[in-house]
């Protein structure tokens, strides 16, 4: 019997011994699949992690781009301001070279002023009177030699030194001269007149009186009447005088073959001028030329 129960107590503790082992691996067992758990968790977290990183060179990108559009606006906005600044004449001049009104490039470098100076007036033929009836519409009254006969207005140029009223340089060639009319000055050079004018020099036409050595290039030769020529150059006309060839306004009856730039073309009643300031052209065709007559326009006498 004592045999029976040592023998019973010795496999009891044996069993205890086993099962004390078995929750020693098991508790091990957990440990490592909870250390296998883990890992996956911090895979999972540093993938999760990886699209912060992208939305912070998403952010970065985009402040590249931002700071490429506010560069690209920069560029434009100089590019505009450079415009600005060739319509004021002030850039692409050669300062190596006397005559500084070569390599202007007109279609940059010029700056029209609408406001520009014209010579207004029309003096009257005395000496040929008016075979003609005139023309009447609205109040005034439209003296011409010729036949109306109308033609488009095209402008034209006398050639590379000539530029149109309103053109804009900012410096003159040497060889331009100082014409002084009237406590005006003005400045003279190959048949072109310049005043003074926002740090440079604007084309006026001619003014009335100035007087010149040499008619400009090119100049031609226009009848006023039977014992009078002018000279007409650029829209602008010159006398014969004993200082040389002064400038006078426009005569009443004089054909000119051309108008330079500048001129509108009016509407009035069924007929169609081209208007400088206050003279006013007719389209005429002398011998299948189309040429212009100047007008002279009166106020009708209402009684």
Known sequence: MKKFITASFALAAIFFSLTSLAQRKAG???GQA?????KPSAATSNRSAAPASNTNRNLNSGNSSSKRDNLGADKKSVNKSGNNNLSGNKVNIDNSKKNVNVNIDNSKDVKINNNRVVNNSVRSNSYRPYTRPPYRHGGFVYFSYRPYFYHPYTPFFWGPVWHPWGFFVAALATTAIIVSIENAQ???????WYQPYNGGYQ???????GTITTLPPNAQTVVVNET???YYYGGDFYEKTEKGYSVVPATAGTIVPHLPEGGKEVKVGDQTYVQFGEIFYQPIQVE???MYEIVEVKKEDIK
């Open 28 to 30: 091990q067992a957990g």
């Open 34 to 38: 909870a250390k296998s758990i883990s």
């Open 186 to 192: 003005y400045h003279y050079d190959q048949g072109v």
């Open 203 to 209: 084309v006026v036409s001619a003014p009335v009186g």
């Open 228 to 230: 009078v020529n002018n």
């Open 288 to 290: 299948g030329k189309n």
